[in-house]
Structures are given as C-alpha cells and as structure tokens.
C-alpha cells in the first residue's frame, strides 16, 4: 500500500486520511486535479471510467460526474468546491457515489504540499459518523469480513498524521 | 454521542495511545503495568484508555488470573478494517492511475 492512511475522530464526525507522494511538481498535480479532460483520467479505482457533466472549479461550483463501473453500473454524485486556494487547498462537499460499494457523501478536503519536483497530497474524507458513516457501512463493509488485526495496525495504527 | 458500534470503535481508535495499546495487545496479554511501561504517562491515564477499549468491547479483562491481562478482542475492528481497506483501495488505484498520467505527462490511456 503506498498511500498512507489514518483515521481520526472528533464529536460528530470521522476523518479518513489518505496521503501520496507525487514526482511532479504541485502545478502539474493540481492541473490533474481541476482540469476535467485529465481529472477524467485518473480518478477511481481500476476498471472505472469517468463522464464530467460540469465542473466549475470555483467557491459553489458545481462538479457533476458519474463514474462507471467495470460492471456497468454507474454511479452518480454531486459535489461543491467550497473552498478553492489553487495549488494549496480544495474542499469538496460530495453527495452521492456508491463506488465500490461505499457510500462516497462526506466533505473532501484536497491539501497539495509542493516540494519542488515533488508534491505530497493529503487527501481527508470527512464523514458525519452516525449518518454517512452508518450507511458506508450498511452499504459495503460488513461484506468485506477481513480478520487481520495487522493489517488494521498497519493502515489505522501505523502511520502517523 | 454517536451509539452505532461503528462510531464506539472508531472512537476508541482515533487516540494514539490506544491504538498502540491494540497494537501491542496483538502480541499477546499484558497487565496495565506492562502497557503502562513504554509511555510517559501514569498508570491511571492508561487504565482511562483501557476503559474506553473496553467499552468499546475491544479488549477484555481476564478474571481468572491474579494479574487480570488484558486480551484484545478484534471482531468489532472487522467493520472498520473493510471499511477503511474500501476507501484506501479507491484512492490507492487512483492515485496509481495519476501518477502514471503525471509521469507519463499526460499521454498515457491504459
């Protein structure tokens, strides 16, 4: 697993971070992140295509896209830029999206770190636990059924924030 | 307060403290003490933890033994672990995908 992950808690809600070390520099990451012809070319899993509907990288922008699934399923979602500092920060509240069977409603929080020829994205999902969360769960997790407790301490307990 | 058993693990997990007591726990049993000895913190700051990894239903406290170990109990990290693994394989095959688009300086379709 080459992205790092972690998982932290507040009163109300649940963070779920992930982070990744790019070799490219941060304009180019953040081009890929806001250019929909090559956003379309990267985001979701393997097997997934993405069709962009609108996407207005603005505060309240609409973003539309609909991914579609090796199965031919497709997923809608709906999301808005709520906050837009370009080459630093992007917050997205999306809604909808049952990707690999997970509910994908929470608030996305994109931080982009540049260090010359490198760049570190910190990704967050930002869940509502007992409601977005609750579903996530109903939706796709207590199909997964993994037991092993180091892979829980190697993804949830091992990296530090 | 969140109730689902959900939220009460992730809760329980979301200290460092006590996703090192787990990680530990994973090992083998372990009385407070022993928890106790590689942090800077008293013994009743860690029973604390221990408390919440016990209401969590995560760790139980032998009776049997004079020494009462703790014993991790892993079946409510079950639906956390899928979960978190969900998300983490989304993004971690994203992630590959856009690296190869960076790499490859955008030319790359599969």
């Known amino acids: 697993m080459k992205t790092g992950v972690n998982v932290c808690e507040r009163a109300d809600e649940c963070d779920l971070v992930f982070t990744r070390e790019f070799s490219a520099p941060v304009e180019a990451v953040y081009e890929a992140w806001t250019q929909p012809e090559l956003l379309k070319e990267w985001w979701g899993p393997y097997g997934f295509s993405m069709t962009i509907n609108e996407m207005s990288i603005a505060i309240g922008g609409i973003w539309d896209y609909v991914l579609h699934g090796p199965d031919g399923v497709s997923y809608p979602n709906r999301a808005v830029f709520e906050e837009v500092l370009p080459m630093q920060r992007l917050v997205i509240r999306n809604t909808g999206g049952h990707s690999v069977s997970q509910h994908l409603t929470c608030r996305m929080i994109v931080e982009f770190k540049g260090h010359g020829p490198s760049t570190v994205v910190t990704l967050t999902m930002r869940f509502a636990t007992s409601a977005a969360l609750g579903r996530a769960r109903v939706m796709g997790a207590e199909q997964g059924g993994v037991e092993s407790f180091e892979r829980l301490a190697k993804q949830v307990g091992g990296k530090k924030l | 307060m969140s109730t689902d058993q959900l939220s009460i693990t992730l809760s329980a997990l979301a200290h460092p403290v006590r996703r090192s007591i787990l990680t530990r726990l994973s090992e083998g049993d372990l009385t407070?003490?022993?928890?106790?000895?590689?942090?800077?913190?008293?013994?009743?700051?860690?029973?604390?933890?221990?408390?919440?990894?016990?209401?969590?239903?995560?760790?139980?406290?032998?009776?049997?033994?004079?020494?009462?170990?703790?014993?991790?109990?892993?079946?409510?990290?079950?639906?956390?672990?899928?979960?978190?693994?969900?998300?983490?394989?989304?993004?971690?095959?994203?992630?590959?995908?856009?690296?190869?688009?960076?790499?490859?300086?955008?030319?790359?379709?599969?």
Not at chain 2, 42 to 47: E, G, I, M
Not at chain 2, 59 to 76: K, T
Request: aromatic share 6%.
């Open chain 2, 32 to 110: 407070v003490g022993e928890l106790a000895e590689p942090f800077d913190l008293t013994r009743p700051a860690v029973t604390k933890h221990l408390n919440v990894l016990e209401r969590a239903g995560l760790i139980e406290r032998c009776r049997d033994a004079q020494r009462r170990p703790c014993r991790l109990r892993p079946e409510p990290l079950k639906s956390v672990l899928a979960l978190v693994e969900s998300f983490a394989k989304h993004w971690d095959e994203s992630f590959d995908r856009l690296d190869d688009l960076l790499t490859n300086g955008g030319g790359a379709r599969n």
